[in-house]
């Protein structure tokens, strides 16, 4: 996903990696209000509660949304 995919002009100024920081930070607040994530508490989703319980889900539930995760979990069960 590139930065600003969207081209909102308020988002212009965003490098790539401070893009999807702000994006997954609003997401986890969206869709999951009691998961405080940050760089310094980025262990609130480095579980595997919030792995198996909100990422796979998320991944079975938008097949095409997250296809290189897809390809990666696959290629970990695999191995």
Do not use: C, W
Request: glycine letters at 6%; charged letters at 20%; hydrophobic letters at 40%.
């Amino acid at each position: 996903m590139p930065a600003n995919p969207g081209r909102r002009p308020n988002l212009n100024h965003l490098s790539i990696g401070k893009y999807h920081f702000i994006y997954l930070h609003h997401m986890l607040k969206a869709s999951y209000p009691n998961i405080s994530y940050g760089k310094g508490r980025a262990d609130r989703i480095a579980d595997t509660v919030y792995f198996n319980g909100h990422l796979i889900q998320r991944l079975l539930a938008t097949r095409t949304h997250l296809k290189s995760l897809e390809d990666m979990i696959v290629f970990m069960a695999i191995i």
